[in-house]
């Protein structure tokens, strides 16, 4: 079955700091991936979608940025974290192959990411 | 662009009773996915049930099913004998049939299982 390792689980991190959160994928190829961000007892926030090795649709101008430098890895990035960059980041991912009848997303964890 | 839409932010029912939480999408494609999936407090996203728009039979998992209607653009989620642990975020969400897009989420249901 698939899996989604995302690290770290919670993060504090200062104002102007840089960010990096990652996640890999386990037992399946060429999945897409996903980036989305939850603000407290709030609904997901797309951020970023990824088909392939290099390729990032961004779907929220803003200070993050995202890059998928091997097929089973997504990193989620930023330069200076701003206040407004706090909350619960999930990675997520589906299938390779569409069409089929089990296809669904999955998830990790999640970072509770706090910008002070 | 394709649309999820949740009306019910927030909802509670007693234990053991029935709840209908709605979610209506729109889109122009005629093959493609729908989800139910489960935010429990621990954040964990939880696939509650899956339908697939090119069959007509509703799904069902146990206590859960789908009224599913394509030509309304509607895709209800009905729990049955609500348990205690049913408690949490509910998201509808759509996706398309072929490999290049994204997930689509509506905005969550809050569901409370009152004791």
């Known amino acids: 079955s698939q899996t989604i390792h995302q690290w770290p689980a919670t993060l504090v991190q200062p104002v102007g700091s840089p960010l990096s959160l990652e996640c890999t994928v386990e037992g399946t190829s060429n999945p897409n991936l996903y980036w989305y961000r939850q603000a407290a007892g709030r609904g997901l926030q797309l951020l970023f979608y990824s088909v392939g090795i290099g390729q990032i649709s961004s779907e929220v101008p803003q200070n993050l940025s995202a890059s998928r430098p091997q097929d089973r890895q997504f990193i989620l990035s930023s330069k200076k974290l701003l206040l407004s960059d706090s909350g619960f980041y999930l990675c997520a991912g589906t299938r390779g192959i569409r069409g089929s009848a089990n296809t669904e997303a999955f998830f990790g964890q999640g970072t509770r990411l706090t910008v002070v | 662009a394709q649309t999820v839409t949740q009306s019910q932010p927030e909802m509670s029912v007693q234990e053991a009773e029935t709840v209908t939480l709605s979610c209506t999408y729109d889109?122009?494609?005629?093959?493609?996915?729908l989800f139910w999936y489960k935010q429990p407090p621990s954040r964990q996203m939880i696939l509650v049930i899956r339908q697939e728009a090119y069959k007509q039979q509703n799904a069902t998992e146990n206590r859960f099913s789908v009224n599913f209607q394509k030509a309304a653009k509607s895709f209800s989620l009905k729990i049955s004998d609500s348990q205690l642990g049913d408690t949490a975020m509910y998201f509808c969400?759509?996706?398309?049939?072929?490999?290049?897009?994204?997930?689509?989420f509506g905005k969550g249901t809050r569901l409370h299982i009152l004791p």
């Open positions: 969400a759509f996706m398309k049939l072929y490999r290049d897009d994204k997930i689509i």
């Open positions: 889109t122009s494609e005629n093959n493609y996915y």
